[in-house]
């Protein structure tokens, strides 16, 4: 079910840095981003990579954040050399904190590892220290192209061994569909757009991301 929004209930303006979108889910998970920062992102424009952390952060607001809500996790990843967590599911439980984490997030360049970024989030961010037993796992990966390796079988091992449901963005002209569907391991969880264009994407997702735990239930009671 999708709420009123975090912003109309507390009165922030419309231009505030705060809150963006107009509804918010009302279950709560363990939301991990995986985040491209490939070179090919800003050659394919100066601004992309900033337009791809105003799209995490309004499809963020689209959740109830905090200690006993929806947690947020993050990694950032380019070469096989970086690939890094940004922050875990326990560092922040406000929207701000989490923002402001978002904003700092620097362009790495490099390649597109995103199977070990895959894999980092299972081992860095799904931990059992973190990961909640009655909290869904929901990870977003955004990618503007084609992996460097191969993310079948970490993907796959994500979704199986932390019960995640993933949703697999693909941004710009270079994406690899077939790619994007092994990631999420279902072609309802593709999502595809230009960079400019992400914000026609925003509800879509949002609304998918809060349907996870059904997709969740569903796939428990089949097993």
């Known amino acids: 079910m999708i709420t009123t929004s975090y912003k ?10 705060c809150c963006f979108t107009s509804t918010v889910c009302d279950k709560d998970f363990d939301l991990s981003f995986v985040i ?5 992102i ?31 996790g993050a990694v950032i990843y380019s070469s ?24 700092d997030i620097q362009y790495p ?13 299972r081992t860095d961010l799904y931990t059992s220290s973190q990961d909640r037993d009655d ?19 970490p993907a796959e091992t994500l979704r199986l061994t932390r019960d995640a449901v993933i ?17 999420a391991g279902n072609p309802r969880n593709v999502y595809t757009a ?7 994407v925003i509800e879509q997702i949002k609304l998918s991301a809060c349907q996870g735990w059904f997709q969740l239930f569903t796939m428990v009671n089949i097993s």
Do not use: W
């Open 8 to 17: 109309q209930r507390n009165n922030y303006p419309s231009n505030s840095g």
């Open 36 to 40: 491209d920062g490939s070179g090919s």
């Open 42 to 72: 800003r050659q394919a424009g100066e601004g992309n990579f900033d337009l791809m952390k105003t799209f995490i952060k309004r499809v963020i607001d689209g959740f109830r954040i905090g200690y006993d809500n929806t947690h947020v």
């Open 80 to 103: 096989s050399i970086y690939v890094k967590r940004v922050f875990g599911f326990g560092a922040y439980f406000d929207k701000e904190a989490i923002f402001k984490a978002i904003d």
């Open 109 to 121: 360049y490099g390649g597109t590892y995103t199977g070990k970024a895959l894999d980092l989030a």
């Open 135 to 153: 909290k869904p796992n929901v990870c977003i990966v955004i990618t503007d192209g084609k992996a460097d390796d191969s993310v079948a079988v």
């Open 167 to 183: 949703f697999a963005i693909g941004v710009g002209k270079n994406y690899d569909k077939n790619e994007l569907e092994k990631m």
């Open 194 to 200: 230009d960079f400019n264009d992400l914000e026609n």
